[in-house]
């Protein structure tokens, strides 16, 4: 099976992380997969950023659900850009033949009514396949997997899961998003955030359903040089 890859927060080794410009260059170049963290302003706005606070990215300070948009509005990340709502990234993705893996972070505040919130949003845009929700916190993706099923769902998590089949079924499992390669759920294994060009090819030539990275390019590259050498040995 082909491994998949998805650009982990949009291309942050180009462009700021979570970025407009940075989504816009990942789709430009013909990417498998987006990446990306969804949080609510104060007045339940979805908007795409990975952290709580806006300190690290932006030139501001404090809790995204601390403002209301129009007042995040006013802050900017390092190429000038606001940091983007949903809709403005749903619509640039809209039509366009790429997995869009949204992942809930609300494993340390869970922003209430996020899940329908965002899957109302989604269902105004013609995607050409189903989002994949994620979260650390399995219970936004049980909520979701309630208001759903045209999606996909998976568990994101930095330790090992024993049993990972008997886990993905009893919760209702698409895949699992993990930190580090299990064997035998290489079809429905997500690996991130993997960077290094050695792990890439470990995980690629192991055949994981996709790779999340920060270097989409690089992973693309490798994968068809594990493809090219793969077909001149049937030659």
């Avoid at 932006?58 to 809709?87: A, M, W």
């Amino acid at each position: 099976m082909k491994t998949l890859v998805f650009g982990h927060r949009g291309v942050p080794d180009l462009y700021p992380e979570n970025s407009l410009q940075g989504f816009r260059y990942a789709l430009y170049h013909h990417i498998d997969g987006l990446e990306f963290d969804v949080h609510l302003t104060k007045d339940n706005i979805p908007v795409v950023i990975h952290d709580e606070r806006i300190d690290r990215t932006t030139d501001g300070r404090g809790l995204v659900n601390s403002y209301t948009y129009e007042e995040l509005s006013k802050f900017s990340l390092e190429n000038y850009e606001r940091i983007p709502k949903l809709e403005e990234l749903l619509a640039l993705i809209e039509g366009r033949d790429v997995l869009v893996n949204l992942e809930f972070k609300t494993d340390k505040i869970h922003y209430p009514n996020i899940e329908k919130i965002v899957v109302d949003m989604v269902g105004k845009f013609e995607l050409l396949h189903p989002v994949i929700y994620s979260s650390f916190n399995l219970s936004s993706v049980k909520i979701v997997q309630e208001l759903t099923d045209d999606a996909q769902f998976a568990y994101l998590t930095d330790r090992r899961i024993d049993n990972p089949k008997e886990f993905m079924l009893t919760n209702h499992l698409d895949a699992l998003h993990l930190q580090f390669f299990q064997p035998d759920i290489e079809n429905k294994e997500r690996v991130w955030t993997v960077n290094g060009s050695l792990r890439l090819r470990f995980l690629i030539k192991h055949g994981v359903a996709a790779v999340i990275t920060n270097n989409f390019e690089r992973a693309m590259k490798i994968r068809q040089s594990i493809v090219n050498k793969k077909a001149n040995k049937k030659r």
